[in-house]
């Protein structure tokens, strides 16, 4: 029915996942991102970096998460005016990849591997590398994110791997790298150690065993040191026990079996507890000396596996600091090869040597006992604990047999517990190199700040050597060819100079590829090889920068004219991770961060507050979600959360919901709205053409209110962004929408529907038309679907060369803020206008009487001059909002403010005192009272009281009409008064009528400029009162004015009109109100015909058949022509406009009220 409009027809429910679908289509159509990048060619460059996730295994929340944080902020860099790169990478080798493998395959360790050959391993690891990449594309595009698949880097590239190799090669010049013999933690599934950071990631609560051990003394019959410990299976490699110099031991005798044992005086007590003895009646203290006296006593081996095969000084009592009181006996058994502390305290005790002589180390790679233990050969160590036990027990030795339930550490990938190995490998320094990260880390800029200034600044307080070193085989070979005795090294830094010894070209550096090259030795040590090891995956993921540029060997200058990054983004747990080897190596090669900004973002848990896992199925697939709700909203529940500041989301698919319900809608409703009213205004004959300056030169305070605070949005937008504080800019769009909808529209929508003429209407709808336009430039990045599809629609109404006008939304530039519109006194105004509403509602809510309910009358009070002016001055919108028929205002009234205390929350605490409490607030006096509404605090019955403890209600005295309810905060009280009459009940009934013509032309699928014409009568019921048809009588013009259209009597039906739709309603007055649409077409003055035929039937009959032939538009030109003629068999009629005939009832002249 509607004719051909500025705006498109959107339609009236929105599905948004389909929606963004189109978009997305829409987007390839005009290959938007690369289209992007195109018109910012030549513009200050945005330097991103993306951190390479593994592609073997979907994306989950934390990806979807992170990938959004980067998505918003490079997508408002480039719509801040400049070019942003932005490439996707894959961390291609490593622990994940050869895990896959390993299972695969059936590979249980090295030996496995060496027999199939590295180089088929590595194919068969190179095989699954992108087995995802596919699924990653599609998931990571359908959430909405611009970045560059098709020139994504590998870490698997040679390129890639080359650059590696510079970054190496110049730690290694700058005397950074070394090797050590080092007790590392080590998984045993992967065959391989880790690095400390690496080992903070996955910690377990497990139960392990708690045992103490008994090792005889040598010299002294019968005589025992006892030392307690979780790891049996580390026993059989005992070569030391060790002390604290000054802490108290004893040597105690048993009395029952004159048994002597050597324990700490501070652990006495709780060894027995343990083995379940009286310390006093059980025992007798033989003597009590300090650790530095018992140091250097010698005792029997526990086994006798390496008798002969270690260091003279072996099995005797060494003393360190470390040793404490808080567990244990305050004797600790020492195996260098498992322990750090061991390894140290036993290689200055003489025990062991650097090089590794006297060490005990009888396990293999997978973690299993050699033949050097035949007792316990090849089980791994976890599992032989239990036979170790056994054995110690027949044997005597155990003490006490028990379990502690406590943290340890698993290998993040194969989710095994790790143990602590000594394995000879090679380090980059940091320890030395600590004040210079803390530099560098000083120049840079987190959100959330507390990250870096406590959690990552401790970390790099604290740093360790890393470990770079992996005993593995697919991955980028570290570049090191050694004699072997290791005391010529050789380090290659580039692809050209290991072809210079290869004697060949070479296009791949995969170890399995380079390992047969030797470089001669210039020490006479015949030919130098490589080292076994490949690089720890994360070196890679910390030289993305330059390996991703393949710097330095390409873009020297281009990269370094843009190092370092603007901005990177990651979660929390790569404070340990990727933060730091960016950090390190960066400091380590320019003294300088790898970056400026960063977001630092918390983890996404399921709803429960538990770690998301496959296995439970504890939190809704994030494909399922998509689809059932939209990228959009995932990204506004994420962003609009504590998670963008570090802190954890419990993932609620209910909050995705919520979302969807609570902002898109009222929005795309708000937005549907000025589409509709634009339709009724260019049925008057005129486009409409926004206007910005009629906005600034409007009269009204809301038009000039609602600018003022889109330009306050913008500025806050602007400076926020820059700050990166993405939870301060969310939040604030989300109410400027509920702003918009709620307060704007709402109070405007009989301006724009016309009812204050058309120049208001397009006044009001420039308005709202020019706050969606900006409104939704500004959450682009942040919604990227829901803008692309209403700007698509508003960008109609601009004009070719218009600045905002683009094939994308995301080609838009940020709007730039007109201070000159932002007026405090206006907001203020509008915010005390507000507050009366709010206040108001209360009192209706409070009373259960909805808004159709007119009210008598509103009484305002408020000491302050200014905001009495303010809220006069805005009364109408009150009036409005609230249903009132009069306001009244008084500076001040008297208040009695009275206490209720918080049941709830006070139970526990008051016990027995809860009722004397009562009675004790009950004579509080208003001084008592206003001083805790002042402070916060009060004293009752002994009990301190504070915040919501107590909760104040403030009444006016002397108010004791039962019909009158008020309502206030510290400086404002209402009144409103509920008294009904029958005039107020008829309005109410009137507003039912209207709710249901509304809703009937909802359904109905009305435009709002349709040409319809509708009808109402009331058919009576058998409980009728009359009601209804006296509302339909009395309060015609007030139906009409709420309706913004007339509802015509029934009764005035000709019997010729088409009809559209008819429906009856029941209102609960005892009658029935029936409905009628109908096609607005010709209404006749049946008198005026009569007069004109002279009371023939049949040619009024001829007459109103001829006019009625005519479709809409013909018969339109008929009456702006005046007249028609019509023609029977005898005679000829003039039929006049708007004298015989009209188009529809409302121009009819003889029906004018």
């Known amino acids: 029915m509607a004719g051909e409009h500025t705006f498109e027809t959107p339609p009236e429910k929105l599905h948004f996942p389909s929606e963004e679908e189109k978009t997305l289509q829409y987007w390839r159509d005009i290959d938007a991102f690369q289209e992007s990048l195109r018109q910012s060619k030549g513009k200050p460059a945005y330097n991103f970096y993306d951190g390479p996730p593994f592609a073997t295994g979907l994306p989950h929340y934390g990806h979807i998460l992170a990938g959004t944080i980067k998505d918003v902020v490079t997508r408002y860099a480039h719509q801040r005016g400049y070019h942003v790169e932005r490439r996707f990478g894959w961390d291609c080798h490593g622990l994940p990849v050869e895990y896959e493998i390993d299972k695969k395959l059936g590979i249980k360790g090295r030996p496995d591997v060496l027999k199939m050959g590295i180089d088929k391993y590595n194919e068969e690891c190179r095989g699954i590398v992108q087995r995802y990449t596919g699924e990653w594309r599609r998931i990571v595009e359908r959430f909405g994110r611009w970045i560059d698949f098709d020139n994504d880097y590998k870490t698997m590239d040679l390129g890639f791997m080359e650059s590696c190799w510079w970054v190496f090669k110049e730690l290694f010049n700058k005397g950074l790298v070394y090797r050590a013999f080092r007790v590392m933690p080590y998984s045993t599934a992967c065959g391989t150690p880790l690095s400390n950071f690496e080992v903070s990631q996955n910690y377990k609560e497990v139960s392990d065993p708690s045992i103490i051990v008994q090792f005889k003394l040598k010299h002294e019959e019968n005589s025992y040191v006892l030392a307690w410990t979780t790891t049996p299976w580390t026993l059989p490699s005992n070569v030391a026990l060790c002390v604290n110099e000054q802490l108290t031991y004893l040597q105690v005798q048993n009395k029952s079996d004159g048994v002597k044992w050597i324990v700490g005086k501070d652990r006495w007590a709780w060894v027995c507890s343990s083995i379940k003895k009286d310390a006093k009646k059980d025992f007798d203290v033989l003597w009590e000396k300090k650790g530095s006296e018992i140091k250097g006593m010698a005792y029997e081996p526990l086994f006798d596996f390496f008798k002969g095969k270690v260091l003279d000084k072996a099995w005797t009592i060494l003393a360190d600091g470390y040793v404490s009181t808080e567990a244990g006996t305050c004797i600790v058994h020492q195996a260098p090869a498992f322990g750090e502390d061991d390894n140290r305290v036993c290689l200055a005790g003489g025990i062991i040597k650097k090089d590794g002589t006297g060490m005990v180390c009888p396990i293999d790679d997978n973690g299993c006992y050699t033949d050097e233990v035949p007792d316990f050969k090849g089980q791994h160590v976890k599992a032989a604990d239990k036979d170790i036990k056994e054995r110690l027990k027949k044997e005597g030795k155990l003490v006490f047999n028990g379990n502690e339930v406590h943290n340890y550490p698993h290998c993040w990938r194969s989710d095994t517990p790790l143990i602590y190995k000594a394995v000879p490998s090679w380090f980059i320094k940091v320890e030395e190199k600590r004040e210079n990260l803390i530099a560098s880390n000083n120049k840079t800029y987190w959100v959330p700040d507390y990250v870096k200034a406590k959690r990552f600044h401790n970390w790099l307080t604290e740093a360790r050597d890393w470990c770079v070193s992996r005993n593995r085989y697919w991955g980028t070979p570290i570049p090191l060819w050694v004699s072997s005795d290791f005391e010529e090294v050789v380090c290659i830094g580039s692809v050209e100079e290991l072809e210079k010894h290869a004697g060949r070209k070479l296009t791949d550096i995969h170890r399995h590829l380079i390992d047969d090259i030797e470089i001669p030795s210039k020490m006479g040590k015949g030919m130098l090889k490589r080292v076994d090891e490949v690089f720890d995956c994360w070196f890679e993921s910390g030289s993305m920068p330059y390996a991703s540029k393949h710097y330095p060997f390409e873009g020297k200058q281009e990269f370094e004219k843009a190092f370092p990054a603007q901005f990177i983004a990651e979660g929390l747990d790569q404070t340990r991770g990727w933060f730091y080897t960016l950090m390190v190596l960066s400091t380590h090669l320019f003294n300088e961060p790898p970056f400026q900004n960063l977001i630092v973002n918390g983890l996404v848990l399921a709803a429960d507050g538990k770690k998301m896992s496959k296995r439970l199925k504890n939190y809704p697939d994030p494909q399922e979600v998509v689809s059932s709700h939209g990228a959009d909203a995932v990204r506004m529940y994420m962003l609009n959360s504590g998670v963008v500041r570090a802190e954890p989301l419990k993932f609620k698919e209910e909050g995705v919901r919520d979302v969807v319900k609570d902002v898109f809608l009222p929005w795309y409703n708000a937005y549907r709205f000025l589409i509709q009213e634009s339709f009724r205004y260019e049925g008057n004959g005129k486009k409409f053409q926004p206007s910005v300056e009629s906005v600034k030169a409007s009269k009204n305070v809301m038009d000039l209110w609602v600018n003022a605070s889109m330009h306050q949005l913008i500025k806050f937008v602007r400076e926020e962004m820059e700050a990166y504080r993405l939870y301060t800019v969310v939040p604030r769009l989300v109410n400027f929408l509920e702003d918009l909808t709620n307060w704007y529209v709402r109070l405007n929508r009989d301006r724009m529907r016309g009812s204050n003429g058309l120049d208001e209407a397009f006044t009001s709808l420039s308005a ?386």
């Open 768 to 1153: 709202l038309y020019t706050v969606l336009l900006n409104v939704t430039v500004c959450l682009a990045p942040i919604t990227p679907f829901i803008t692309e599809h209403m700007y698509q629609n508003l960008a109609r109404a601009l004009p070719e060369g218009h600045a905002m006008k683009a094939k994308s939304v995301h080609f838009v530039m940020i709007p730039e803020v007109d201070e000159e519109v932002i007026n405090e006194e206006i907001t203020m105004a509008v915010r005390r206008m507000q507050n009366v509403v709010e206040l108001g509602r209360t009192c209706r809510e409070r009373r259960k009487v909805g808004l159709k309910m007119p009210l008598k009358s509103m009484t305002i009070m408020n000491k302050d001059e200014a905001f009495i002016k303010d809220v006069k001055s805005l009364q109408k919108y009150i009036e409005e909002e609230l249903n009132v028929m009069e306001v009244t205002y008084k500076a001040d009234a008297e208040t009695a403010l009275a206490g209720v205390l918080n049941f709830k929350v006070l139970g526990k605490r008051l016990g027995k005192d809860m009722k004397k409490a009562q009675d004790e607030v009950k004579s509080l006096t208003q001084e008592q009272l206003k001083s805790f509404e002042d402070t916060g605090k009060i004293t009752i019955c002994g009990h301190n009281l504070e915040g919501d403890d107590l909760q104040l209600t403030r009444s006016l005295k002397g108010l004791d009409n039962p019909n009158l309810d008020v309502n206030g905060d510290n400086d404002t009280q209402v009144i409103l008064d509920f008294t009904e009459d029958e005039d107020l009940k008829l309005m109410a009934m009137s507003r039912d009528i209207v709710n249901k013509v509304q809703k009937m032309r909802k359904d109905t699928k009305l435009q709002q400029d349709d040409p319809v014409d509708m009808w109402a009568e009331v058919v009576p019921g058998k409980k009728s009162t009359g009601a209804l048809s006296k509302a339909l009588k009395e309060k015609r013009e007030y139906i009409n004015k709420l309706l913004r259209r007339d509802l015509w009597d029934a009764k005035l039906l000709q019997g010729h009109e088409v009809l559209v739709n008819q429906e009856s309603f029941d209102l609960s007055a005892g009658d029935f109100l029936k409905v009628t649409i109908s096609v607005r077409g010709p209404c006749f003055n049946d008198k005026a015909l009569k007069a004109l035929t002279g009371n023939d039937a049949t040619c009024e009959a001829v007459c109103r058949q001829y006019l009625q032939t005519f479709d809409l538009a013909k018969f339109a030109e008929i009456c702006s022509k005046g007249s028609v003629k019509v023609k029977t068999a005898e005679k000829s009629f003039e039929l006049k406009h708007k004298e015989h005939f009209v188009l529809g009832p409302t121009e009819a002249p003889w029906l004018k009220k």
